[in-house]
């Protein structure tokens, strides 16, 4: 009942837009504002999350150079793939880092993020609520995929292209500074329930909330800050931000009231000082007021604002951090993975059989 109930409050916050949320309250994990009374009775603390968390990074079975012998230029295509896609447009660089977190998020980096809908599945994780009509670059893996196959059959994995290509998108985005060791061997799942996305921390999340989201797949504090700074590069959606100009620094949001113009589906850059480039800049802006989401400027709480003034202020500090955040992100594992080197990023091998 309460789910049901649930479903339809969610339809109509959405269906409504959001100026219908204005000085509203948030709720399921963050991703949504709901009236404060609904919020109360629907989503007391912590229940965003349904199932349990997912094993801590682990990362047995990876190893740097995973191909070196059984597929030597798979790591060579994925980069040059990448290149190209970046060097025609950034924002599929910013969209390749997310969709690798996205990944590793649910289900650990299985490539679950990569399958499409079926017909007895037409509820995939990219179909989830943070997912759907927002993940990009899902055409640079495909291609990739497809030049590997070509080099070395069913031998690399999607989940690893994926994390190749987070890695060398933050190289390109950020000119050179940012060089992620990650290693391979991960194989791809053969399930993804877009109900397990609400695992994703969420843009109205509080400090408590994103620390929980973290924690559950074996974060500490600071390597949440760490991996927030990702919003210095891409874009977002107004309807995500929309409820709190008035929190914001006024000659920002009056810039980003223009920009979205009443439309909650209007994307606009995350950093408005180094839009397309991976850095530090992340920081000084949430000390400025200059971010989107509650979930950035919530690093300014106590809890955290030495890790963000560290971050902005001392050179070559977040870079070395980010690096080692994200290798240990791709080592987040599920409890269903090595299952398969599928064929296809975004289908399962045989599947007529399902
Ligand atoms: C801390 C909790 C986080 C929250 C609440 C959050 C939420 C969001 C939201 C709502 C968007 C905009 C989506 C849209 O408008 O369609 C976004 C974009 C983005 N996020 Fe996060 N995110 C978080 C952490 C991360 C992490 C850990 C990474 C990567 C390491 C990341 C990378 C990105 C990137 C690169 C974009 C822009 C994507 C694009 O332009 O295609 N985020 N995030």
């Known amino acids: ?58 990362g047995s079975g ?11 230029s798979a790591e060579k295509i994925v980069k040059e793939a990448v290149k ?48 759907m009509n927002s993940l990009r670059g899902f055409e640079v893996i495909d291609e990739a995929k497809t030049a590997i196959e070509a080099a070395c059959n069913n031998t690399v994995s999607c989940a690893d292209i994926v994390a190749f290509a987070a890695r060398d998108a933050s190289y390109f985005l950020s000119n050179g500074s940012i ?34 989201s ?4 074996g974060f500490t504090l600071d390597e949440m800050v760490t991996l927030s700074g990702a919003h210095t590069i891409g874009r977002a959606r107004c309807m995500f931000f929309s409820s709190r100009f008035s929190e914001m620094n006024q000659t920002y949001a009056a810039n980003l009231r223009a920009e979205c113009s009443n439309n909650g589906d209007t994307n606009v850059n995350q950093d408005s000082v180094t839009s397309n480039v991976l850095d530090k800049q992340y920081y000084q802006n949430v000390i400025d007021n200059k971010v989107l989401f ?39 594992k599920g409890d269903q993975q090595g299952l398969e080197i599928r064929k296809v990023c975004w289908r399962v091998n045989n599947v007529g059989q399902y």
């Open 1 to 58: 009942m309460a789910t049901k109930l649930a479903a339809l409050v969610v339809l109509v916050a959405f269906l409504a837009g959001p100026a219908a949320c204005e000085g509203t309250y948030i709720c399921f994990n963050g991703w949504l504002r709901l009236p404060s009374i609904l919020d109360k009775l629907l989503c007391p603390r912590g229940s965003g999350t349904r199932r349990e968390p997912v094993p801590s990074p682990s």
């Open 62 to 72: 990876l190893s740097y150079g995973y191909y070196s012998t059984s597929c030597p």
């Open 84 to 131: 190209k896609a970046v060097d025609e447009n950034p924002g599929i660089g910013a969209g390749l880092v997310r969709l690798f977190f996205h990944d590793c998020f649910v289900r650990g980096c299985d490539a679950s993020v990569l399958l499409n809908t079926t017909n007895s599945n037409n509820e995939t994780e990219r179909e989830g609520l943070p997912n």
């Open 179 to 212: 060089n992620i060791p990650m290693p391979g061997g991960r194989y791809d799942g053969r399930e993804s329930f877009a109900s397990e996305t609400d695992q994703l921390p969420g843009p109205f999340s509080n400090v408590a909330e994103l620390n929980a």
């Open 214 to 217: 973290f924690a559950a797949k």
């Open 294 to 332: 509650t979930s950035d400027a919530v690093l300014n709480s106590t809890e955290t604002r030495t890790q963000v003034i560290d971050n902005a202020d001392k050179p070559g500090e977040w870079e070395r951090k980010f690096e080692k955040a994200m290798e240990k992100m791709g080592k987040i």
